[in-house]
C-alpha cells in the first residue's frame, strides 16, 4: 500500500514536472506574449512598490515619528500642597507598561551669578529611581572642572551653600553635585557654552552650571530650565510638582495614566492635574488609518489595472494561437491539462517580472533616497502580483481550453 | 485482413451538422477492424475531413455513436476522451499541424505528455522514429525550416509515437511529391500490418488504390 502510494507520489511529481517544463517552453515559444506579461508584472510591482511602498515607507516614518515619547507621556502636575512626593516613583517603579518616570520638585528661579538682575530662569530637582547621572537625556556636559571653576569665580562660592533651605511652599534644592541648563535657559542667562553658575532669587544660593542638557520630547515643555539631579532618599520624601511618565507604548498610555493616577498618594487630589497624549496618540491613529486606506485603495488599483492587462494579453495569446490549443486538444490534452499549461506559464512569467519589478523598484527608491518599504511589504506585492496575474489567467486559459479541433484544424 | 473480425472503430447512424437541420452527413455507419486500411472519398464538401474528427473523438456527432473497441464513448468525459485520443489513437493531419514555435523533436515527444509517458524513452523512441523516416537531422529545427514533405513525415512520427491501435490521416499526401507520398503511406501499411485500423481521407486516386477498401461518401 505504501509502495503504491509512494509510486503514485512519483507519477504526479512526473507530471508536475512534465507540465511545468512544457509551461516554460511554451512560454519561450511565445517571445512577443511573455515579454509582454513579464513586461506588466514587473511594471505593476514596480509601481506598487514606487507608490504604495513609499507611501508605506513614509508613513511609517510619520507614525514613528507621532509615536515618540511625547506621545507616550502622563504629566502630572500639582502644587507642593497637593502632598505629592517622591515616594511616586517607588510605587511606579515596578509597572511594566512604564518607560520611564522622572520627577521634578517645586521650581526655584535663577538667574546668573556672575552678575545682578539678569533674566530668571526655572531650576527644578530632578529625582528618578533609576538615572545614576541624574540626566534624563543626552547631554552636552562640558567638563566638570571648567563647572567647578566657573562656580568658583562666582560672587557665592557653592561651598558656602546652606543645605536645606525652604521658602514658602517651594522646596530650594541645596547639595547638588552640579546641574545642568537646557539650551534656551544657557542662553537666558547668558551662559557661555552652559558653563557657569547660578544664584536662586530667594535664598541667594549659587550652584555651579557644568553643561548643557538636551531635553528628551517628554520634557520640553519644561524648557528653559535648569536640571539639578537628586540623589532619591526614599526614607525621606522630597515633595514633586511635576511628575512625568511615560508609557511603553502609546497603545498603553490611558491604562499607565489611570495607573499613575491611582498610585500617585496625594492629601488633596483637587489641585492636581493630569495630562496625556491622547490628541496625539488619536493623531497618529488617524494617519495612520488615512495613509494606509489610500495605499490599499492605490494597491487595488494598481494590481485591478494589471490582472485586466494580463488577461487582455493572455486573451490575444489565445487568439493567436487557437491554432496550437486545437491541436493540442486533438492530440490528446484534456481541458484541465490545457488550463494548467497556461496558468503555469504565466505564473513562471509572472515570477519573473515580480521580482524585475520589486528589484528595479527598490534600487530606483534607494537611488533616489526615498523612504522604504519593508521587506515583508515588497515580498507581499511580489507574491500578490503572481497570484493576480495567475487569478487573471484563469479565464482565457479556459476559453483556450474549449478550442474545437475541428475548427482550428480542419483545413477548407 | 477478414471484415467479419472484431471492429476496433466504429461508427453507428453517424450524423454532423455545423447549422441545425443541416447535416454533411447522416445515418452513416461502418466498422474499420485491424491490418486494413481504408480510403474515405467523395467530392469536397461531403464532410470526409469532418467524419475523421468525429471518429478521432474530437468532436461530438449530433447523432449516433462512435465504438472505440467495442465500446461507445458518446457518454465518456471529455476527460476520458482525451485520454483515449492521446493513447489509442492516431492522427495525421492535412497540413501537419506542428507547433512552430517548437523543435521537430519537441514536436514529436508532445504527445507524451497527454499519455503521461516518461519524457526519456519517449524522446529515444522519437529519434527513433524520425531516423526511420530520414528525418532526424532536423531535430533541432523548427517546423518552419522544413519542407512539406518533412512536416508531413514529422506528423506522421508523432502519429506514431504512442504505437496507435487507429490511425486517422487527412489528405496525407495531398501536398507530397511521389516519393515522399511511398514513404507516408508504406508506413501506414507497416502500421497496419502491425495490427491496426488506418482511415485516409484523400482525393490521390493513386493512395487510394493502396488502400484494401474505400468508402465513398
Given amino acids: ?412 | 485482413m477478414s471484415r467479419h473480425a472484431e471492429a476496433v472503430l466504429e461508427g453507428v447512424g453517424l450524423a454532423f451538422g455545423y447549422a441545425r437541420d443541416a447535416f454533411v452527413f447522416s445515418e452513416w455507419s461502418e466498422r474499420f477492424v485491424p491490418g486494413e486500411i481504408v480510403a474515405l472519398t467523395g467530392a469536397s464538401g461531403r464532410g470526409k475531413s469532418t467524419l475523421l474528427y468525429v471518429l478521432g473523438l474530437m468532436t461530438r456527432p449530433t447523432a449516433g455513436e462512435v465504438l472505440l473497441g467495442g465500446h461507445p464513448v458518446g457518454s465518456l468525459s471529455d476527460r476520458e476522451r482525451a485520454w483515449l485520443r492521446a493513447t489509442r489513437l492516431g492522427f495525421v493531419f492535412q497540413d501537419a499541424a506542428l507547433d512552430p514555435a517548437r523543435t521537430i523533436l519537441d514536436n514529436v515527444v508532445e504527445t507524451s505528455l497527454y499519455r503521461r509517458a516518461d519524457r526519456r524513452g519517449s524522446v529515444l523512441r522519437a529519434r527513433g522514429l524520425l531516423e526511420r523516416f530520414g528525418v532526424e537531422h532536423r531535430v533541432q529545427s523548427r517546423p518552419g525550416q522544413i519542407s512539406g514533405g518533412q512536416a508531413q513525415r514529422i506528423a506522421l512520427c508523432r502519429a506514431l509515437m504512442n504505437d496507435p491501435q487507429v490511425l486517422l490521416a487527412d489528405e496525407p499526401t495531398g501536398n507530397l511529391d511521389q516519393a515522399s507520398a511511398a514513404v507516408v503511406l508504406g508506413a501506414f501499411r507497416e502500421r497496419a500490418e502491425q495490427g491496426a485500423a488506418v482511415v485516409i481521407a484523400t482525393h490521390d486516386g493513386a493512395l487510394m488504390a493502396q488502400c484494401d477498401r474505400r468508402i465513398e461518401l
Avoid: W
Fill in chain 1, 1 to 412: 500500500m505504501a509502495r503504491a502510494d509512494a509510486r503514485a507520489a512519483v507519477a504526479s511529481f512526473e507530471v508536475v514536472k512534465a507540465v511545468v517544463r512544457e509551461a516554460v517552453a511554451s512560454a519561450c515559444g511565445a517571445r512577443v506574449a511573455s515579454i509582454l506579461t513579464m513586461t506588466v508584472v514587473a511594471v505593476l510591482c514596480a509601481v506598487v512598490v514606487l507608490t504604495t511602498g513609499r507611501s508605506v515607507g513614509a508613513q511609517n516614518a510619520i507614525v514613528s515619528s507621532i509615536s515618540n515619547t511625547a506621545t507616550r507621556s502622563i504629566v502630572v502636575r500639582a502644587p507642593v500642597s497637593a502632598g505629592l512626593d517622591t515616594g511616586v516613583l517607588a510605587r511606579l517603579a515596578n509597572a511594566s507598561e512604564i518607560s520611564s518616570a522622572v520627577a521634578f520638585g517645586a521650581a526655584d528661579d535663577v538667574t546668573n551669578a556672575a552678575f545682578a538682575g539678569g533674566t530668571r530662569v526655572s531650576l527644578r530637582p530632578e529625582y528618578t529611581l533609576d538615572r545614576p547621572t541624574g540626566a534624563a537625556a543626552a547631554t552636552e556636559t562640558e567638563t566638570a572642572a571648567a563647572g567647578a571653576a566657573a562656580a568658583a569665580a562666582a560672587p557665592s562660592p557653592t561651598a558656602s551653600v546652606p543645605p536645606a533651605a525652604a521658602t514658602g511652599d517651594r522646596a530650594i534644592p541645596t547639595e547638588h553635585s552640579f546641574v545642568e541648563a537646557s539650551a534656551a535657559a544657557a542662553r537666558a542667562l547668558g551662559l557661555a557654552d552652559g558653563v557657569g553658575a547660578v544664584s536662586s532669587v530667594a535664598s541667594g544660593v549659587s550652584e555651579g552650571v557644568e553643561g548643557r542638557i538636551a531635553l528628551p520630547d517628554d520634557l520640553q515643555f519644561l524648557d528653559p530650565v535648569v536640571v539639578a539631579p537628586t540623589a532619591l532618599d526614599l526614607a525621606a520624601p522630597q515633595p514633586v510638582t511635576v511628575l512625568v511618565v511615560v508609557a511603553s507604548s502609546s497603545e498603553q498610555v490611558q491604562a499607565v495614566a489611570a495607573l499613575v493616577t491611582s498610585v500617585l498618594g496625594l492629601t488633596d487630589p483637587a489641585k492636581v492635574t493630569v495630562t496625556t497624549s491622547a490628541q496625539l496618540t488619536a493623531l497618529r491613529d488617524s494617519v495612520q488609518a488615512q495613509l494606509g486606506a489610500f495605499g490599499h485603495s492605490l494597491t487595488a488599483l494598481v494590481f485591478g489595472v494589471g490582472a485586466l492587462m494580463v488577461a487582455a494579453i493572455l486573451s490575444g495569446l489565445v487568439v493567436l494561437r487557437r491554432t496550437d490549443f486545437g491541436r493540442r486538444r486533438a492530440l490528446g490534452a484534456s481541458r484541465s491539462l490545457i488550463v494548467m499549461l497556461l496558468v503555469c506559464q504565466v505564473a513562471a512569467l509572472a515570477t519573473v517580472g515580480s521580482l524585475a519589478g520589486c528589484f528595479a523598484a527598490t534600487i530606483a527608491l534607494i537611488l533616489t533616497g526615498d523612504p522604504l518599504p519593508t521587506v515583508s511589504f515588497v515580498a507581499a506585492a511580489a507574491v500578490l502580483a503572481v497570484l493576480t496575474a495567475v487569478a487573471a489567467s484563469i479565464a482565457p486559459a479556459v476559453v483556450a481550453s474549449t478550442r474545437d479541433p475541428l475548427r482550428e484544424l480542419r483545413v477548407a
